[in-house]
């Protein structure tokens, strides 16, 4: 009895090995890294060698099938971030605040692959690596300079509790800004950018295979990624609980230094206690 109220992570770790939250991250990993590999080759495949060539803009168009796809899925993992958060702060169960770093962290790192695709998009298409009276790309870099605060937020906030709190405010708020933000350039702003999401249909049908192929392969390696750092962070969380036990036990260990990032070992511990 004793032993397990002195050690609630490393219990909680035990239980989740027999099949709880954080065990079941790494399941199913490699079958679905196998699918997004097979995904990702079959995509390429068709932008070089079945798609076809874009009348004004030739090869360069080709970057499309890459940009477009990680934009959506960027936006779509900010959106889905600040869902968890709700879900976080309707149960304060940490797994969500978790769950929500995780996905905003992964958008976070393929809205900067959209960004440097577009401008090099830019730079064949109109001569310019950016181009400020473009709506789309402005509103789009906004989005992602205010999600590259959310780390810096976390970090300056040492509580725990306090932490995953504000953290989760700023998700929901920052995802509802998402789609408000897309809706206000479609309706208020002139057509200039590539305008894909109202006229997918309108594309020949080998453009528009590719696509779709392209957007799917490169959502299975967004979840693919997510599903990765968690089985990271929760083989992690393990190594802490032992570490805690060992430093229970009169172990000197090195103290660990402040991470923007949920802790793990917290996590497990709030699970226990539930």
Partial sequence: M??????????????????GDFGSYGRGLPALSMATVVAIALALALVFFYAPLEAE?????????????????????FVIGGLLAIQHLRTRDPKWDFRSYVAIHMSLIFALGALIT????????WGHWWVWSEPTL??????????ATYQPLRFSIEDPERQSRYASVFAITAGAFVPLNFIAVRLSSAYLHPRV?????????PMRLTFLVSLGA???????????????????AQVRALRRRLAGEGVELPRRGRSAAPSATTIAAGRSGA
């Fill in 57 to 77: 803009e030739g090869f360069l168009q080709k970057i499309f099938y890459i940009h477009v796809p990680l934009a959506i899925v960027a936006l779509c993992g």
């Fill in 2 to 19: 004793q032993s397990s109220s002195r050690h609630p992570a490393g219990s909680s770790l035990t239980k989740h090995r027999r099949g």
């Fill in 197 to 205: 999401l109202g006229s997918a249909s309108n594309l020949p049908g």
């Fill in 218 to 236: 490169i959502s299975l390696l967004f979840v693919t990624l997510c599903k990765y750092e968690l089985a990271a962070k929760h083989t992690r």
């Fill in 138 to 147: 402005v509103s789009f870099l906004i989005v992602f300079l205010l999600y």
């Fill in 118 to 125: 577009g401008s090099i998009w830019a730079r064949g298409s």
